[in-house]
C-alpha cells in the first residue's frame, strides 16, 4: 500500500506539472499572439507603417504636380513679360482688347449682350 500511495501522489505531482506546463505553454503563446499582432498592426498603420507609405507617396505625386503647372505658368508669364517689353503690336492689341482703348479717330462700341440681363 505504501507503493500505492506514494505512486498516486507521483500521479498527482505529475498531472499538476503538466498542468503547470500546459498553462505556461497557453501563456507564451497568447503573449506571442499579441505581440505578433500589435508588430502586424504597427507595421501597417504605424507612423512609418505601409499607409503612412501610400499616403505620402499620393501627396508627393501631387505636389509634383502642382509644381509642374507653376513651371508651366512661370514659362508663360516669362514669355508674356518679353512680349510685353518687346511687341508693340501685342501691346497695342491688349489695350485695345483689355482697357477699351482707340487710336485717334477710332470709336469704341460697347455691345451689351441682352441674354445677361
Same mark, same amino acid.
Given at each position: @500500500?505504501?507503493?500505492? %500511495?506514494?505512486?498516486?501522489? #507521483?500521479? =498527482?505531482?505529475? %498531472? &499538476? !506539472? *503538466?498542468?503547470?506546463?500546459?498553462?505556461?505553454?497557453?501563456?507564451?503563446r %497568447?503573449?506571442?499572439? *499579441? +505581440?505578433?499582432?500589435?508588430?502586424?498592426?504597427?507595421?501597417?498603420? +504605424?507612423?512609418? +507603417?505601409?499607409? !503612412?507609405?501610400?499616403?505620402?507617396?499620393?501627396?508627393?505625386? %501631387?505636389i509634383?504636380?502642382?509644381?509642374?503647372?507653376?513651371? !508651366?505658368? &512661370? #514659362? $508663360? /508669364?516669362?514669355?508674356?513679360k518679353?512680349?510685353?517689353?518687346?511687341?508693340? &503690336?501685342?501691346?497695342? $492689341? /491688349?489695350?485695345?482688347?483689355?482697357? =477699351? @482703348?482707340?487710336?485717334?479717330?477710332?470709336?469704341?462700341?460697347?455691345?451689351?449682350?441682352k441674354?445677361?440681363?
Amino acid at each position: @500500500m505504501i507503493n500505492n %500511495s506514494n505512486s498516486k501522489r #507521483v500521479k =498527482r505531482k505529475n %498531472s &499538476k !506539472q *503538466v498542468y503547470k506546463t500546459d498553462i505556461q505553454k497557453r501563456i507564451i503563446r %497568447s503573449i506571442l499572439l *499579441v +505581440g505578433a499582432l500589435s508588430l502586424i498592426i504597427i507595421f501597417f498603420f +504605424g507612423d512609418h +507603417g505601409l499607409y !503612412q507609405l501610400y499616403t505620402l507617396k499620393k501627396e508627393r505625386a %501631387s505636389i509634383q504636380n502642382q509644381i509642374n503647372t507653376l513651371r !508651366q505658368e &512661370k #514659362v $508663360e /508669364l516669362e514669355n508674356e513679360k518679353i512680349k510685353l517689353e518687346t511687341d508693340y &503690336k501685342y501691346i497695342e $492689341e /491688349l489695350a485695345r482688347e483689355k482697357y =477699351r @482703348m482707340a487710336k485717334k479717330g477710332e470709336k469704341v462700341f460697347k455691345v451689351i449682350d441682352k441674354r445677361k440681363k
